[in-house]
């Protein structure tokens, strides 16, 4: 077959379509692995993101720094939103932890301050409230904390009891010896009874009657002497040898006894001598108040 200029141009014709396709097919090619090299690129850049973000939320659930709230939110927006939602709701629980974590701390610092059954309670109600694991070892330095104030007011509480019971103590005794002491001071001012001092009174010798001898000679008869046993008056029966030129002898110099009683009405201190009733008292009373062991003495004078 013979070619013709015809043929030539047809040839030449084919011959540059060939060349053009072979060339679209290697440019389309080659964009075709451009674009698979920037997808994968973006996908591990995405994965990155996303493995970030699981870090932040992982060390904001160790619950050591609230600042890794902030950090693990941070890394979060940064995500599809399709893939914020799992860790969005685990970083809230680790936010709303650190909300209960404060109200706690602030409860547990103002029983600390005012340390009453009342704050105590209230703080205690607060760290009840930290219940999620993560802030075990958080609970545990507040329970330390409002401890230490209920040992302090149980302390306190203890004492105040104590001092009241002794003061209560104070009282009762001195109550007890306030009696004993009106007793004495009424043994020492009540008239003789004329009773032994044993019954718990006290008596006083009548006054010596006043005697006038006779004017006319002749046996002087004394006149009635009291009893040193009972207070009465004797008669002398006719007896003159307590006179002198008709004139009475007068009678020794009248004294007086203190005493003390104890509790159980013995006598435990006796004291003669005194000039007058009250002195005798008065140091009976004296005596009294500075030997006296418990409450029930009395003392008194005759």
């Not at 996908?43 to 890794?68: I, M």
């Not at 103590?169 to 009540?190: K, L, R």
Request: hydrophobic fraction near 35%; glycine fraction near 8%; proline fraction near 4%.
């Amino acid at each position: 077959m013979e070619f013709t200029k015809k043929h030539w141009i047809v040839a030449g014709i084919a011959c540059l379509i060939l060349a053009g396709g072979s060339a679209g097919l290697v440019a389309h090619h080659q964009a075709q692995v451009k674009a698979e090299k920037t997808a994968q690129e973006a996908k591990r850049t995405y994965d990155k993101l996303v493995a970030s973000a699981k870090k932040a939320t992982e060390k904001a659930e160790t619950f050591k720094a609230e600042e890794d709230v902030k950090t693990a939110q941070a890394a979060i927006e940064k995500l599809d939103k399709k893939d914020q939602k799992a860790l969005s709701t685990r970083v809230e629980r680790v936010r709303k932890n650190w909300v209960f974590f404060h109200q706690a701390d602030k409860a547990v610092s103002a029983a600390e301050k005012a340390k009453t059954g009342q704050t105590i309670k209230t703080a205690q109600d607060a760290v009840n409230t930290l219940k999620d694991a993560m802030t075990k070892s958080k609970k545990a330095e507040l329970q330390k904390r409002l401890d230490k104030v209920k040992a302090d007011l149980k302390a306190k509480k203890a004492k105040e009891e104590a001092k009241a019971k002794t003061q209560a103590a104070q009282e009762q005794a001195d109550s007890s010896a306030q009696p004993a002491n009106n007793t004495q001071e009424a043994q020492a001012e009540t008239p003789a009874s004329g009773t032994s001092p044993e019954n718990g009174q006290y008596s006083q010798a009548p006054a010596t009657p006043s005697y006038t001898a006779p004017a006319t000679g002749g046996g002087a008869v004394a006149p009635a002497q009291p009893s040193a046993s009972t207070g009465n008056f004797a008669p002398n029966n006719g007896s003159s040898s307590n006179t002198s030129g008709g004139e009475l002898t007068p009678p020794a110099a009248q004294s007086f006894t203190g005493w003390v009683r104890n509790k159980a009405g013995q006598i435990v201190w006796s004291q003669g001598g005194f000039g007058s009733l009250s002195e005798a008292a008065r140091v009976a009373a004296d005596w009294l108040n500075g030997n006296a062991t418990s409450g029930g003495w009395s003392s008194g004078a005759y």
